[in-house]
């Protein structure tokens, strides 16, 4: 009988995957870069196949190496089925989380997938509003932990990701161009939209704000419908949005930053056990709707790491 795969293995195995790099893959699994290379090679032996092969200065999973992820991923499921089965002090209890919903769009649904996995016990309730309201939720008792826009001016929030902030306009059209910029942005207790005014006004740039809400589909929809310009966290830009820079007369701006907050009062292992769960996820996470874009002319994107390994939607 054969002797069983190493679970601890897969699981780097895994985490090369979704990271896309062994660099990233050994901060996710906690272990040196050689550590992982070394698991890897022991994988290779003990299946007999090479999972990865060079192409270039990158690595990519060979044909094997796309067989053994969906394997890889089952065994990894109902290993921690089974120890959640068996663990007298899991979680249990509902937990109510607030998020904008730009946020919501591109983070939660994995977060909810994983968290779920690890914590079949607790129930998450999820709305979306902006960060304002959801910071006066919050300290009504209405939400245990809210996802915001960090801004210590306004609120108190542990910053768990930081990214760029761009100023978008659409690919099919040059509104960008119009000598008065249509804007379209939040309301007026909106960060974005305060740094957006104060940008232009010492650009010494005219706009006239043309869209006000606080969805960001709606600020979505009317940049991609080329009637206005706006600025947007990269995890809400979309394909078929032009990111304009200073040659373009729009200012730099400062990078946006994700912050958590947590009821007062909250059941401490729940929130702690999410909020630790959010924050590993988000640093983590890559951001694929740059990526998708990247193809087409102005969202393009330097790659510096040399071991990455290109994505594929199965992953």
Not at 42 to 66: A, C, I, Q
Not at 114 to 132: D, M, N, Q, W
Not at 163 to 191: D, F, I, K, N, T
Request: charge should be negative; charged fraction near 25%; glycine fraction near 6%.
């Amino acid at each position: 009988m054969p002797a069983p795969l190493d679970i601890d293995q897969l699981q780097t195995f895994i985490a090369i995957v979704d990271t896309g790099s062994f660099t990233r893959a050994a901060d996710r699994v906690c272990k040196t870069q050689s550590a992982v290379s070394m698991q890897m090679r022991r994988l290779e032996e003990r299946l007999g196949k090479d999972l990865f092969v060079k192409d270039g200065r990158t690595n990519r999973l060979s044909e094997e190496g796309e067989r053994l992820i969906g394997y890889a991923r089952r065994m990894i499921k109902l290993n921690n089925e089974t120890m959640v089965a068996f663990d007298d002090n899991k979680l249990e209890g509902a937990m109510r989380v607030g998020t904008p919903d730009d946020y919501a769009d591109r983070y939660m649904p994995g977060i909810i997938a994983r968290f779920a996995k690890t914590h079949p016990g607790v129930e998450l309730y999820i709305e979306c509003e902006p960060s304002v309201e959801l910071a006066a939720r919050l300290q009504r008792g209405e939400l245990d932990v809210a996802l915001v826009t960090h801004d210590p001016s306004l609120r108190g929030s542990e910053v768990v990701r930081t990214e760029p902030l761009y100023w978008v306009s659409s690919m099919s059209h040059a509104v960008h161009e119009e000598a008065v910029v249509p804007l379209a942005v939040g309301r007026p207790h909106c960060r974005w939209r305060s740094l957006a005014c104060a940008a232009l006004d010492s650009a010494e740039r005219e706009y006239q704000i043309l869209f006000t809400s606080w969805s960001a589909t709606v600020v979505a929809s009317a940049v991609l419908s080329g009637l206005a310009v706006s600025l947007l966290p990269e995890c809400a830009v979309r394909p078929g949005m032009r990111i304009l820079s200073q040659a373009d007369g729009f200012p730099a701006l400062m990078p946006a930053q994700i912050g958590l907050m947590r009821r007062q009062g909250a059941p401490a292992a729940l929130v702690n056990a999410l909020c630790g769960h959010i924050a590993a996820s988000l640093d983590n996470i890559s951001s694929p709707t740059i990526e998708e874009a990247e193809s087409s002319p102005g969202i393009k994107r330097e790659r510096g790491l040399q071991d990455e390994i290109p994505s594929f939607a199965a992953w």
